[in-house]
């Protein structure tokens, strides 16, 4: 709203840097679709203001971490076992750092030493990620066809079936490629 307000009033120029700071604190609020989605952005300045890419792209390695606590406890599910800690059975794992090492938008990595001595990395998905990546897709669905329509009034164009339609495909395109980077099993297959 602020947005269109300072180009209806003209100021889209003078509020750009207060706007692409706006831009990155909604993108982190949002979750992990839209810091994603932040993430591109941040590299196409032909399709954003330059402002806008700089401030973004900051989410390119400065994402907020989830709860370590809630981290340890899906680590602990996913391997069968009590809890992390020794005394519960904290089956093949001696040590884990307190907080991650590194935080991305689907998941966050933490430093671990294994029983047998090797260091390893373990990488943790945030809580409902696939659910809460869906939701968010269905949403930018809907939302598409506004979008190119707002975004072609804007710029004085008409807007036809096939525009709303390639926009359409390109968000399919791009949330595909997002859901297959949750996962993880795949993932480390490719690493293989």
Do not use: C, H
């Not at 993108?27 to 700089?54: C, H, N, V, W």
């Not at 059975?89 to 938008?105: D, E």
């Amino acid at each position: 709203v602020k947005l269109l307000l300072d180009w209806r009033l003209g100021n889209l120029e003078e509020n750009e840097k207060e706007r692409a700071k706006e831009a990155l604190g909604l993108a982190t609020q949002m979750g992990p679709t839209f810091i994603k989605l932040g993430q591109a952005l941040s590299l196409r300045t032909d399709l954003i203001p330059e402002a806008y890419a700089l401030e973004l792209r900051q989410l390119q390695d400065a994402v907020p971490p989830f709860d370590s606590e809630e981290a340890f406890g899906i680590i602990a599910r996913e391997l069968g076992i009590p809890s992390l800690s020794a005394e519960n059975g904290g089956g093949i794992i001696k040590s884990i750092s307190a907080t991650p090492v590194a935080a991305a938008s689907i998941g966050q990595v933490y430093k671990a030493v294994l029983k047998d001595g090797r260091e390893v990395a373990i990488k943790v998905q945030r809580p409902n990620i696939l659910r809460e990546i869906s939701l968010d897709l269905y949403l930018l669905r809907l939302l598409t066809p506004l979008q190119v329509k707002v975004s072609n009034a804007i710029n004085k164009r008409s807007t036809s079936q096939g525009d709303i339609d390639v926009s359409l495909a390109l968000v399919d395109e791009w949330g595909r490629g997002f859901v297959n980077e949750v996962d993880y099993l795949a993932e480390a297959r490719n690493t293989e």
